[in-house]
């Protein structure tokens, strides 16, 4: 009888850790934040493979959108609702550029990392426009070397 609650306990334990190990990271969508106006908040996002984004509008006018040649290869693109929390699975390893569109050439954009990022130069090689593309040289030079 102790067997059976010792290995039904073990049993449990594992798959709790399996299930703790996946992460949500919360993405504020702002009007105002530390970084000035119009900002995801944080901007930058570093994950695990199977780990979730949530995109909170904490503010109204808000959206988010991952931007077409900064996801990688065979990762599924998303795009939320105005005014909507969207939550994003992110399975691929790689770069994730995303983007608030009312609000992309005023710098609204963020840079999630999940694992290596094997897509780093074809992220990089992505045209911006406005305050974006100053936004994003910041956040793509947070991205560790090496990888």
Not at 13 to 40: C, I, P, R, W
Not at 104 to 109: A, P
Request: with cysteine; charged share 20%; proline share 5%.
């Amino acid at each position: 009888m102790n067997r059976t609650i010792v290995i039904a306990a073990t049993f449990a334990a594992a798959l709790l850790a399996g299930t703790a190990q996946a992460a949500d990271h919360q993405v504020q969508m702002l009007n105002k934040g530390e970084k000035g106006s119009m900002v995801f908040q944080p901007d930058f996002i570093a994950a695990a493979p199977g780990d979730t984004v949530t995109f909170v509008p904490t503010d109204k006018s808000h959206d988010a959108e991952s931007i077409k040649g900064m996801i990688p290869e065979d990762a599924t693109p998303f795009k939320g609702k105005m005014n909507e929390q969207v939550t994003v699975t992110l399975d691929k390893e790689g770069v994730y550029g995303v983007k608030c569109t009312p609000h992309y050439g005023m710098g609204m954009v963020a840079l999630i990392v999940v694992g290596k990022p094997a897509n780093l130069e074809q992220a990089k090689a992505v045209k911006q426009t406005g305050k974006a593309k100053k936004v994003f040289e910041a956040l793509l030079a947070q991205v560790p070397a090496g990888n």
